[in-house]
Nanobody, 119 residues
Framework: QVQVVESGGGLVQPGGSLRLSCVAS????????MGWYRQAPGKQRELVAA???????NYADSVKGRFTISRDTAKNTVYLQMNSLKNEDTAVYYC?????????????WGQGTQVTVSS
């Protein structure tokens, strides 16, 4: 069984920084793309940043230059460094991973971690 677990959310003032982590565990053969999504109250879930197994990255326009996604392949972990946070970054942040096991390939979601930007 595969699990994806996020950590690192919290309350931060505008202009501050947070680092989110996401670890995948279980009977994993390979992890392809990993990404971070967010969902603010009353809004649809949106892609924040994604990274392929080869290290190519993609960012939402709203976070370019402020957020950085990275991954540690050996640890099945993806990170999201968030700098210069704004009130509008407030949301539940979800990790997503495309994981192949011996028997299947699926997209897995974490339970989400709350990020609140407020003074």
């Amino acid at each position: 069984q595969v699990q994806v677990v996020e950590s690192g959310g919290g309350l931060v003032q505008p202009g501050g920084s947070l680092r989110l982590s996401c670890v995948a565990s279980g009977s994993i053969s390979r992890i392809n793309a990993m990404g971070w999504y967010r969902q603010a109250p009353g809004k649809q879930r949106e892609l924040v940043a994604a990274i392929t197994s080869g290290g190519s990255t993609n960012y939402a326009d709203s976070v370019k230059g402020r957020f950085t996604i990275s991954r540690d392949t050996a640890k099945n972990t993806v990170y999201l460094q968030m700098n210069s946070l704004k009130n509008e970054d407030t949301a539940v942040y979800y990790c997503n991973a495309d994981i192949r096991t011996v028997v299947s390939a699926n997209s897995y979601w974490g339970q989400g971690t709350q990020v609140t930007v407020s003074s």
